[in-house]
């Protein structure tokens, strides 16, 4: 099976902020939260390498601690998103005609609900959290996730050697864990990476609009609304976090795509 440069590109983007994130619950060059504003604005030196930003805090530290903190919401919420999805998508496909109707509209009202719109009512009830935003997040998500697993595991359900297994006697959880699992894999598989990618914008904008991680934790998105004013004199305070941002979803879709070349036979073949 030949290599899939995708793949390899987009595990390697992944493995390295996942190493970063790791690396800020060891250490970073200095305090994240430390005030310094003797050091307001400084350059990218020896010292600091990125610059420091308005309160004089060292932004190569802002940023490992936001990797951590945007990198683990992600995947908290992409969790979320894959139990909720897999779990509707199979039960909708298993079910009997009316309660794949009742559970598809409700998938559909969700998918109708952008992520924005429940982090605020869920803002509104508890005030900005990351819980509540991961939890609005992998909602969001999970709905989406639902949809395209229901759509090929009603496939899966309606092959042929899954209709002679049932009519040999085997029961439903019978089905779904040696056919309807096992055959989904891959799609959900590429399913994780995108909604992971997806999560990972999300996390980013509602930090920007304070409904996400609170104060003074640093992250990607907050790094971004707290330095927006200066993006004329100071371009690189909010260059170096949208950066991050952008890298971290490449590598996710490019993983995405990896996967799908590598799992997916027909791509393998003919894309």
Same mark, same amino acid.
């Given at each position: ?7 390899? #590109?987009?595990?390697?983007? *992944? ?6 994130? *790791? ?12 005030? =310094? ?23 190569? &530290? ?13 995947? #908290? ?18 079910? /009997?005609?009316?309660?794949?109707? @009742? ?17 605020? @009512? ?8 990351? &819980?509540?935003?991961?939890?609005? *997040? ?6 989406? @996730?639902? #949809?395209?697993?229901?759509? =090929? ?7 042929? %050697?899954?209709?002679? $297994? +049932? ?10 864990? +040696? ?12 399913? #994780? ?14 930090? %920007?609009?304070?409904? $996400?991680? /609170?104060?003074?934790? /640093?992250?990607?998105? +907050? ?6 004013? %200066?993006?004329?004199?100071? /371009? ?33 073949? %003919?894309?």
């Amino acid at each position: 099976m030949r290599r899939s440069p995708s793949l390899v #590109a987009g595990g390697l983007v *992944i493995a390295v902020m996942a190493t970063l994130a *790791i690396l800020a619950l060891l250490w970073t060059p200095y305090d994240p939260l430390v005030v =310094d504003t003797t050091a307001r604005f400084s350059s990218p030196s020896w010292q600091h390498w990125l610059g420091t930003d308005q309160l004089g805090r060292d932004v190569l &530290s802002n940023l490992l601690v936001g990797a951590r903190t945007s990198l683990t919401a992600a995947l #908290a919420a992409t969790v979320i998103a894959m139990t909720i999805g897999a779990t509707l998508g199979i039960t909708t496909a298993v079910s /009997p005609r009316w309660l794949d109707g @009742v559970l598809s509209a409700i998938v559909t009202v969700v998918i109708a609900l952008p992520a924005l719109l429940l982090a605020l @009512v869920l803002a509104a009830a508890r005030g900005p959290s990351t &819980s509540a935003a991961v939890a609005a *997040i992998g909602i969001a998500a999970g709905a989406s @996730v639902a #949809a395209v697993t229901r759509f =090929d595991a009603d496939g899966i359900v309606r092959s042929s %050697y899954v209709l002679a $297994s +049932r009519y040999s006697g085997a029961s439903t959880p019978l089905v779904i864990r +040696r056919h309807v699992l096992r055959n989904l894999a891959p799609t959900l598989a590429v399913q #994780a990476s995108g909604a992971a990618s997806i999560a990972i914008i999300a996390e980013s904008t509602l930090s %920007y609009l304070g409904l $996400s991680t /609170p104060p003074p934790t /640093p992250s990607w998105g +907050r790094m971004l609304a707290s330095t927006q004013q %200066y993006l004329l004199v100071h /371009p690189l305070l909010m260059f170096w976090p949208a950066l991050f941002v952008c890298i971290t979803v490449l590598g996710f879709n490019l993983l995405g795509d990896g996967l799908r070349e590598r799992l997916d036979p027909t791509v393998a073949q %003919y894309g």
